[in-house]
Nanobody, 114 residues
């Protein structure tokens, strides 16, 4: 049974940083690409970043390029999203996603506000 558990969200001031984690279980984590999505209130869920199975290839939404970094540690079955220079428009619930099985985590809330 696939399980994806996000953590690390919270309240941060504009310009601050947070690191999200996604702990995966129930499948061979190192064999699959993974993604982060986010959904702001009243908006559709959007793709934030994707990382290949070995971590050698990454892609980002234009809105987060240069500020967010996706990474993974296959030995720990964990994916990360380092978020720097956060803006109020980054406020959303952030979800971990495994595309092969279309599996989602429960989400973690990120709020950027002074």
């Amino acid at each position: 049974q696939v399980q994806l558990v996000e953590s690390g969200g919270g309240l941060v001031q504009p310009g601050g940083s947070l690191r999200l984690s996604c702990a995966a279980s129930g499948f061979t984590f190192s064999s699959y690409a993974m993604s982060w999505y986010r959904q702001a209130p009243g908006k559709e869920r959007e793709l934030v970043a994707t990382i290949s199975s070995a971590g050698r290839s990454t892609n980002y939404a234009d809105s987060v390029k240069g500020r967010f970094t996706i990474s993974r540690d296959n030995a720990k079955n964990t994916m990360y999203l380092q978020m720097n220079s956060l803006k109020p428009e980054d406020t959303a619930v952030y979800y971990c996603y495994e595309p092969f099985r279309t599996s989602w985590g429960q989400g973690t809330q990120v709020t950027v506000s002074s």
